[in-house]
């Protein structure tokens, strides 16, 4: 490449690098702790009924755990409905056990998948169908709970007038690798996808994360249910998408310190976990998946050996570049505190495991034909609707 090509290719490089800055700085202001503005329990006359859903299959290992941290919750009037999606280990068992001791939870067992629906969508659905509550909250069996982040979370949304409130869970992670490649998963989600931009009223952004999807019912039902998702494998963002493009109020926020969850064991549990999903996020869509292949390296990778390979203003435009993506993974991780500048060290190699992920999730769906989920396979002529 010639000086003056490879010198613009700097320029645009470092220019695109300090707008990313810029959106981590503004993600920052927006996406703020549960606990900054929720910290009034509220009298308990005033709450309003709340049901949560929990679709599981095959979960015996962690459910146990889990649903107690939710049968614990410092919440009047809360309803429970869990739902045993054809498990053939003893989750339904698990679920009959704890749910005998509470006269307020639910237990649905799902025999046989309906045409038309993905397993966990229609789980979802069929124990919303069965929910009396005024909200909703939709989370998976492996999360656990503070004692107060129900009433937190309800107290927050009615303070603030919202219709969907989604909550980032605290990872529980083990490895240097898994740790960075998940920390980037979240700088990706917040600037490269824009999903903080759920928090701006005017943008048509939206977003929901599965472990805690909180929604009012007339939302919900505005939003068309989970009838409307029954094929989405990234039900949890879709529902969340539809909800802003209704121009109702939504909210992400940071749940740190109120809900947990072991996301991925391992890199292969993480490159296995994100297959199902990825490629529907960006709508099937292989161009858009060409681009963040492209686009993501690009920015966030090649600005660190570039800065070696070049010279002059070239060098330090890539050096300037690889410090605006370090600033920006150091700011949008900024909960992780004392281990994100130690993280940040393998963020271009954390980069490129991203770009495999996403490129392998586009791969082996259009190569298999589509997904498997759940022991169950969803071929991507039913994933697209058609």
């Known amino acids: 490449m010639r000086p003056a090509a490879s010198s613009l290719v700097a320029l645009l490089i470092f220019l695109a690098s300090i707008t990313k800055l810029f959106e981590a700085l503004r993600a920052r202001r927006l996406v703020r702790p549960l606990l900054d503005g929720a910290l009034q329990v509220g009298a308990s006359s005033a709450l309003p009924k709340l049901s949560v859903v929990i679709p599981a299959r095959n979960e015996e290992r962690k459910l146990e755990g889990a649903l107690r941290t939710v049968l614990e919750q410092y919440y009047p009037g809360l309803e429970v409905i869990l739902v045993d999606d054809r498990s053939t280990d003893g989750t339904g068992r698990v679920m009959e056990r704890l749910a005998a001791g509470h006269g307020d939870t639910a237990v649905i067992h799902v025999e046989e998948l309906p045409a038309g629906w993905l397993g966990k969508n229609h789980a979802i659905h069929v124990g919303a ?6 909200w909703l909250l939709f989370t998976d069996a492996d999360v656990l709970f503070h004692p107060t982040t129900f009433r937190r979370a309800i107290v927050h ?35 490269h996808r824009g999903y903080y931009k759920a928090n701006v009223p005017s943008s048509e952004i939206g977003v929901g994360i599965g472990a805690f999807n909180l929604i009012r019912r007339g939302a919900y039902e505005k939003a068309g249910g989970y009838e409307a998702l029954a094929q989405r494998p990234d039900d949890d963002l879709t529902l969340g998408d539809r909800v802003k493009k209704l121009g109702l109020r939504q909210e992400l926020a940071l749940g740190h310190g109120l809900i947990e969850v072991e996301w991925y064991a391992s890199l292969e549990e993480f490159f296995r976990g994100v297959e199902k999903n990825s490629f529907a996020a960006l709508d099937y869509s292989v161009s858009k998946v060409a681009f963040y292949a492209v686009e993501i390296p690009a920015l966030t990778a090649w600005p660190f050996a570039a800065a070696f390979l070049s010279s002059g203003a070239t060098a330090k435009l890539y050096a300037g570049s690889a410090v605006a993506q370090v600033a920006t993974f150091a700011v949008c991780n900024r909960f992780l505190r004392g281990r994100v500048l130690l993280l940040a060290l393998g963020y271009p190699v954390c980069a490129l495991l991203f770009s495999y992920a996403l ?12 997904i498997w989920w759940r022991d169950t396979f969803y071929p991507l002529s039913l994933l697209k609707g058609k």
């Open 129 to 134: 169908e069965r929910a009396s509550g005024e």
């Open 359 to 370: 490129v392998r999730s586009a791969l082996l769906t259009l190569a298999q034909g589509g």
């Open 157 to 191: 949304t009615e303070e603030r007038g919202l219709d969907h409130l989604t909550l980032v869970p605290e990872l529980k992670l083990s490895g240097y690798w898994l740790r960075g490649l998940v920390a980037f998963f979240y700088t990706a989600f917040l600037v």
